[in-house]
């Protein structure tokens, strides 16, 4: 019986979670190699997949089967034999369904792992055992840490090039636990592998018998994610409002939106922003069947109880639970645009929420040597792929949380107001 | 008490998310219905996004005139349902006017033809943005698409120049006669699909239960007899017991030998599967690279 009849066979998909994960590595990592390994293993590969692999492995002259041109996609990339872009890969066990934002490695394509970063809940880092700790580590966790991403998983691959060595593995493990203590990670996992060969991947390695943790697939499916989402502090951007005309439901005003954080029900009082007017929650409910309680990523519909101005770019918070409200805000970006760097004074378009609103950079406060978490203050031109700490003033008040206490409220883009391309990924300082 | 949710309803969240944006960030949107499963069940989280209102977006259907009779019939019946304006695209009336041309030969399709139909339909109509039930899932080109997909006053895609998408922040600006492509249900796979249309009881065409028609075998895959795919010297039309995994043309998809004729039964077929449910997708096997030539070009 295959992995995917199991899913069924349990009855267990109603209880089925969803992992997003990013995957992380320097070139010649084995990062495709691995991301193989997880689908060829979890028998996630279909035949008519494979036998394209086949045919590409045979006609490059591949010894085995290539398991890494299983996640190769778009033509650029297998002329040049490098991933360029995030891919998005899907397979499930009966405990779980995954999500794997692949993404490439080396330096020019930073802003791809940001991406990738920034809804995912686990990050795998592949380190190659043979080089240890590299500047590329450095940075896939210094990344990892600024976008908040609750769970890091360091894989140490080729372990099979390294006779598979405990020595090589803890010198590796200490090596990272020193640099990492400067970092912003809570929760980070050291596993032994070989991508090429399997071990510790799906099955466990007869090669490591000193290795006692779990194995890669293992710690997925049993990762505790349940609290990666803020059920504290409640907010709700409004992203529209549905007003129905007709008969039925005349008076009918619901609020649509995206629990952001915290938890929702009917009798709450709570308080819009910006206007400051307060009210109760009359239904909290989806596609008219009410909800006991509403909490984040939960797609919703509220009413109240009152008739007061409600519309997109509000939020609805509970009332004596305030987010910040401020037109300055201090925050780390991430810069992304391809052809200009950062312009003090420049003017950008800032979505947050779903709110939008103009804003003027007032100041880099430093750039960020991400190979060793310098800041520098000399040097403050922030251009593609950099990532530094700016000071900014919005045309209107923004409503926020610190990005380490909210992902949702703690993140904005910035959007070029002539290309209209987003230039700019940041998080909010507390 | 854990506030969690399962995988299946976060991925209705998900859409229902995307979609409230489309709504509001867009002036005329619209959702691209080729009246496949994967369309139906757009249709059915815009009802959810929107309750009790109607779905704010006309349902574009671009028609090639190579479709199963029941999937013509099961559009009618789903817009009258829904109470949606329909509008139909017409790949025949592009062929007529010269706007594209027909494929000859004897494996010809109107797959490409399609491409100026749908770009016509945009224009006539000035959308900005339309919704497909494409999936990441589906394809290795679509493995890299994004959930909005910014496309040129050509209407074409360029892999090399997408926008970053961050969190769940979708930029939807742009410049007059550009478009957007938005994909809801971009991380859905095909068992999802089935498991959440199970869920939700969401109604089907019969084409994709087991039913019995006449079919001839063509290189490999069967294909049921209709108006356009006639038997060829040489083969024998057979009486099968089949059912359909995508609904594309009548004279490009492929049917499966199947017993499940119920949802539950389609469910344990598709967990078991072998192979991906374009793997019997005749456009797709053009080369290796088909879909993202035809994606470039502004293919959904």
């Known amino acids: 019986m295959s992995k995917q009849e199991e899913i069924f066979n349990a009855e267990s998909y109603e209880k089925m979670e969803l992992l ?9 990592d084995g990062k495709s190699t691995l991301i193989g390994r997880l689908l060829y293993d979890s028998k996630s590969i279909f035949e008519d997949q494979m036998e394209a692999v086949k045919t590409s492995s045979e006609r490059r002259g591949d010894e085995n089967i290539n398991l890494a041109l299983v996640t190769d996609g778009l033509k650029s990339e297998r002329e040049q034999g490098i991933t360029i872009d995030v891919a998005y890969r899907y397979f499930s066990t009966p ?25 995912a809940n686990l990050a795998i880092i592949l380190v190659d055992a043979r080089h240890g700790v590299v500047e590329q580590t450095k ?88 609290n990666d989402h803020n059920h504290i502090d409640s907010r709700f951007p409004v992203q529209t409002v549905i007003r129905p005309h007709s008969d039925e439901y005349h008076d009918y005003r619901g609020y649509a939106g995206r629990v952001a954080g915290g938890i929702f029900k009917k009798g709450d009082d709570i308080t819009v922003l910006p206007s400051g007017f307060t009210s109760k929650i009359k239904e909290v409910e989806t596609a008219g069947t009410p909800l006991e309680e509403a909490y984040s990523p939960m797609s919703i519909t509220m009413t109240l109880e009152d008739n007061i101005d409600v519309s997109r770019g509000d939020m609805i918070v509970r009332t004596g639970n305030m987010p910040e409200i401020s037109q300055d805000i201090d925050a780390m970006v991430c810069w992304m645009d391809e052809k200009n760097p950062i312009r003090i004074n420049g003017k950008y378009t800032l979505i947050h929420t779903s709110r939008n609103c103009r804003c003027i950079i007032k100041e880099v406060v430093y750039k960020m040597d991400v190979n060793n978490l310098h800041k520098l203050e000399d040097d403050k031109e922030i251009h593609l792929n950099d990532i530094g700490r700016i000071r900014l003033r919005t045309t209107q008040p923004i409503f926020f949380d610190a990005y380490n206490r909210n992902r949702i409220t703690g993140s904005f883009i910035l959007v070029d107001e002539g290309s209209n391309v987003t230039v700019g990924a940041c998080m909010i300082r507390s | 008490m854990s506030y969690t949710i399962n995988h299946l309803s976060e991925l209705e969240a ?16 619209a959702i691209l219905f080729s009246g496949g499963k994967d369309s139906i069940l757009l249709t059915h989280l815009a009802k959810k996004a929107f309750f009790p209102a109607k779905i704010p977006f006309p349902l574009v259907h671009i028609d090639t005139g190579h479709n199963f009779i029941e999937t013509i019939e099961f559009r009618d019946y789903l817009v009258k349902t829904l109470d949606a304006k329909l509008i139909v695209g017409s790949v025949q009336e592009a062929i007529d006017k010269g706007l594209a041309i027909e494929e000859k030969g004897a494996n010809a399709s109107r797959n490409v033809a399609q491409i100026p139909a749908l770009l ?28 909005f997909s910014h496309r040129d006053e050509f209407g074409q895609w360029d892999p090399k120049n997408q926008r970053p998408e961050l969190w769940n922040i979708f930029n939807g600006k742009k410049h ?57 010297e040489g083969e024998e039309v057979k009486d099968m017991r089949i059912r359909f995994r995508t609904m594309g043309d009548a004279t490009i998809t492929g049917a499966y030998k199947s017993d499940a004729d119920t949802i539950e039964k389609i469910i344990q077929e598709v967990a078991a599967a072998r192979e991906t449910e374009r793997g019997n997708r005749a456009d797709d096997k053009r080369s290796e690279t088909a879909m993202e030539d035809r994606k470039k070009e502004g293919y959904f």
């Open chain 1, 20 to 28: 997003r994960f990013t995957t992380a590595g320097s070139v010649d």
């Open chain 1, 95 to 119: 405990k779980r369904k995954f999500i794997i934002a692949d993404t490439p490695g080396h330096i020019q394509y930073t802003r791809n792992m940001v991406t990738g970063a920034s809804t």
């Open chain 1, 139 to 226: 940075r896939h966790s210094l990344i990892a840490s600024l976008l908040g991403i609750p769970h890091v998983v360091i894989c140490i691959n080729k372990m099979d090039l390294v006779d598979w060595s405990e020595g090589s593995f803890n010198q590796i493990k200490n090596d990272y636990k020193q640099f990492a203590s400067k970092l912003n990670v809570k929760d980070v996992n050291f596993i032994p592998i070989s991508a090429l060969l399997g071990d510790n991947v799906v099955n466990e390695s007869e090669n490591m018998n000193w290795y006692k943790g779990s194995t890669l697939m293992y710690h997925l499916e049993n990762v505790h994610i349940a």
């Open chain 2, 14 to 29: 998900e859409a229902i998310f995307v979609m409230r944006e489309v709504a509001a960030q867009f002036e005329k949107p």
């Open chain 2, 120 to 147: 016509k339909a945009i224009e006539d109509h000035q959308f900005d943005a339309l919704m497909g039930g494409a999936r990441r899932d589906e394809e290795k080109a679509r493995a890299k698409e994004r959930f």
């Open chain 2, 176 to 232: 007059f006669g550009e478009h957007f492509r938005v994909f809801p249900i971009s991380n859905w796979t095909e068992l999802d699909v089935w498991q959440y249309i199970a869920k939700e009881n969401i109604e089907l065409p019969k084409t994709y239960y087991s039913h019995i028609r006449p079919c001839v075998e063509r290189n490999g895959t069967i294909l049921a007899v209709t108006e356009h795919v006639q038997p060829r």
